[in-house]
């Protein structure tokens, strides 16, 4: 009997499904728990991406396949199954509340230590309120400000649709597929991220922050950022927030590329307050991040500046790679560690231009039972000719169970290089705690001052608004820790 | 009602007796000087009155405006109108001198229900202190005594007294590491604070300061107790026979 067309239809349907493994539902909100290649293939259909997307993704995980997790850092954490964790799911929306009655008052307390204004903290709480029309007019007018410099500031997933030949041209460049475990991870499932093109001689006119990304709902689990600056162009970014941040997902695997052209400059300023799990580090955020940024043209800059607070564990060392001759790479870093709270982190510097300059300024806080580890990596190459290093790296513990580490790789293949560090290590005493008490300071209050006089030399590098709320922050995140 | 009251404090520091039984009365608009030989107990007497942690008395009673310090906190107290001007005032790194003479200054007027100064009207109420105290504002823009001279430091001390308006303050050998010219300039803030709702402690060992700092009653501190009282002439007394002579006589 010849089958009907309608028979052919259907059997052609239904073989299309098996070809993926499961019923393909475009219209689904979550991938199946579990990566595998057909998971990979899932959310470059999810997001109608061109065919060399895919084929790189499918590269990247085939390669993690080949791959064994990292353990040299100074972190323990029970083994994460990857296969328990979905990969993809459609923007969620957060839970809806109806006032901020019903948020939890740990959350309130916190908001309100941090000054944000009750509108915000109805938004960040996912209470029902009608920001949306808030936050879309600002958007919209600070985007339309962007078009008419030519600046492109969008999710990463829109780039790819509309500047393919950008994307294409640098995605991987800084950081390849094969860099590290969670590197190649991130490039065969990453769902979101920003994208940055500054066009040349344009100076951004106003700081980028993540928080204007509309249409970015998704939890950051495995953002892919791109940041491209033309010759003597210049921008400002801005990662993250202040207020504490919750996340059913555990493991955060971001990759960060920035690139620099002659001339130019890019500040890249992170506040990381993650979820850092209970007072024995149970439930808390895994944050492992690649990031790295490529001094690409002669006299161009890059610099890092970060206020990581939050995780249960943070595992990151943002680097440059000094390429042009005479560019700049600069670090500057408080890393706060409390409770049972673990942090390995630091930075890389590779000279390999003349005449190249780095500067890390790193402060670690240890308090509770927490452990924090500088590892810092300077890599000065043969034709590396008059460069220079400086690293200062401080450590300071708050009360006798904590521990700090000190972990710097100096390698120097020039006799024509100078490279400088410096490294201290100290505890907040008695004498200065008592001097602060008795001028009426509580000791709250007493910490935090001397906690961020301490933190002065990064907390300055950071844009103005970031600098008021970070310094609010580590004085929150410390506390409980003293007295 | 007087002051500030101290009744038989005793206390011990590492199993050993220091201050045995000390009792002294301190009245508004009063200045009290406090004379004594080394191991006398000078410090932990001040370390004790400001609430420094590990200086509890064993027995023993504190009043300040009739109100017990015993149970309050270091800060507590120094909200209600106690200063101490340390001896060996230490550094604060990093933590602005503005800043922190700020917040010391606002902790209070927020616990006496005051309005707190703003960055501007503070700077302004400050600078004018601080020129009558010899700080220049660029002493203000460093941190907390980081690199300020033994000098400067005192003259800070003193500023903060000044600023912060205290009940009663005591002055730990606020001479200690001065020249004449310094001594001159911190004697002239601290009897410009001098005033009928206020009063003074003096703690020293030598007399010196006392001729700048003109006190109503001196009081001679000896093994943990005030062993004898009088008026000033009694400082010209040590000076003359030294403390020996007194103790023994007594």
């Known amino acids: 009997m010849v089958a009907t067309q309608e028979t052919i239809d259907k059997v052609k349907e239904v073989s299309q499904s098996y070809k993926y493994g499961f019923i393909t539902n475009v219209e689904s909100e979550k991938a199946p728990l579990g990566l595998n290649e057909d998971i990979v293939r899932f959310i470059s259909q999810k997001k109608k991406e061109p065919q060399w997307l895919l084929e790189w993704r499918l590269k990247a995980y085939k390669k993690w396949l080949t791959m064994k997790q990292p353990n040299w850092a100074m972190v323990n954490f029970p083994d994460i199954n990857f296969q ?47 920001y949306v029309f808030d936050s879309v007019s600002v958007a919209t007018t600070f985007r339309e400000k962007l078009e008419k410099e030519g600046i492109i500031f969008c999710p990463i997933s829109e780039a790819v649709q509309n500047y393919p030949e950008l994307v294409k041209k640098y995605i991987g460049s800084v950081i390849p597929i094969g860099d590290n475990y969670y590197a190649a991870l991130n490039s065969a499932v990453f769902t979101d991220g920003s994208f940055v093109y500054v066009p040349k001689g344009v100076r951004c006119p106003m700081e980028l ?48 590329e920035l690139i620099a052209m002659n001339n130019s400059e890019i500040k890249y300023s992170t506040v990381q307050n993650w979820y850092p799990g209970d007072k024995d580090g149970k439930g808390g955020i895994y944050n492992f991040v690649t990031k790295r940024g490529n001094c690409l043209g002669k006299r161009s800059k890059i610099s890092w500046t970060q206020v990581e607070t939050g995780s249960a564990i943070t595992w990151k060392y943002p680097s440059c790679i000094l390429k042009g001759d005479e560019s700049v790479g600069e670090f500057y ?49 043969k034709n590396a000719l008059g460069s220079r290093n400086f690293t200062q790296c401080d450590s300071l513990l708050i009360g006798d169970k904590c521990g700090a580490h000190t972990v710097p790789y100096i390698n120097q293949y020039t006799p024509s290089a100078r490279v400088e560090h410096e490294a201290t290590t100290s505890k907040i005493s008695e004498d200065q705690l008592f001097y602060c008490l008795q001028r009426g300071l509580d ?37 409980g820790s003293v007295g | 009602m007087s002051l500030l009251e101290i009744r038989n404090a005793c206390l011990k520091l590492d199993g050993k007796d220091i201050l045995k039984g000390l009792s002294l009365s301190v009245n508004e608009g009063e200045v009290h000087a406090i004379m004594g030989p080394n191991g006398s107990g000078k410090s932990t007497l001040s370390y004790m009155l400001a609430g420094r942690e590990g200086y509890d008395l064993d027995k023993g009673e504190i009043l300040l405006e009739g109100k017990s310090l015993i149970e309050m906190s270091a800060d507590e107290r120094a909200r209600s109108g106690l200063f101490l001007a340390f001896q060996y005032p230490v550094e604060l790194p990093g933590v602005g001198a503005m800043s922190f003479l700020r917040e010391a200054v606002n902790s209070r007027r927020k ?32 941190s907390v005594n980081v690199g300020f001279s033994g000098g400067e430091k005192k003259r800070f001390e003193i500023l903060q007294m000044a600023m912060l308006k205290p009940k009663i303050s005591i002055l730990d ?28 402690v003096v703690i020293t ?23 004898k009282s ?21």
């Open chain 1, 84 to 130: 328990d964790i979905y990969y993809y799911s459609a923007p969620k929306t957060k839970p809806k509340l109806n006032s901020l009655d019903e948020v939890d008052p740990e959350l309130l307390r916190t908001y309100e230590k941090l000054g944000i204004p009750i509108k915000e903290q109805e938004m960040l709480a996912g209470v029902a309120v009608d």
């Open chain 1, 209 to 256: 922050s993540t928080y204007f990304r509309i249409n970015e709902q998704n939890s950051g689990q495995f953002e892919r950022t791109l940041i491209i600056v033309e010759d003597d162009a210049y921008v400002s970014y801005l990662e993250g927030c202040t207020a504490p941040q919750r996340d059913e997902n555990q493991l955060h695997a971001a990759v960060v």
């Open chain 1, 333 to 381: 870093s408080v890393a706060v560690a409390n409770n049972a709270q673990q942090a390995d982190t630091g930075t890389k510097m590779i000279h390999i231009g003349k005449n190249t300059k780095s500067t890390i300024i790193s402060k670690g806080i240890s308090a509770g039972k927490a452990q924090n580890t500088y590892r810092g990596q300077v890599q000065i190459q």
């Open chain 1, 443 to 479: 000791t709250e209050q007493a910490t935090s001052l001397i906690v961020n006089g301490f933190c002065k030399e990064v907390m300055k590098e950071l844009p103005m608004e970031f600098a008021v709320e970070a310094q609010k922050l580590i004085g929150i995140s410390l506390e």
């Open chain 2, 111 to 142: 616990f006496l229900g005051e309005k707190e100064f703003d960055h501007l009207g503070f700077v302004k109420e400050a600078r004018k202190e601080a020129s009558k105290m010899f700080v220049k504002d660029e002493m203000l823009k460093r």
């Open chain 2, 173 to 200: 050998e606020t001479d200690s590491g001065l020249d004449v010219d310094a001594l001159k300039i911190v004697s002239e803030g601290v009897n410009a604070q001098r005033s009928k709702d206020n009063a003074i």
């Open chain 2, 205 to 227: 060992h030598y007399q010196r300061l006392l001729d700048y700092i003109i006190p109503d009653f001196v009081h001679i501190l000896s093994d943990g107790a005030i062993i």
């Open chain 2, 230 to 250: 009088g008026g000033p002439e009694l400082a010209l007394e040590v000076e003359k026979n030294g403390y020996a002579g007194l103790i023994n006589a007594s």
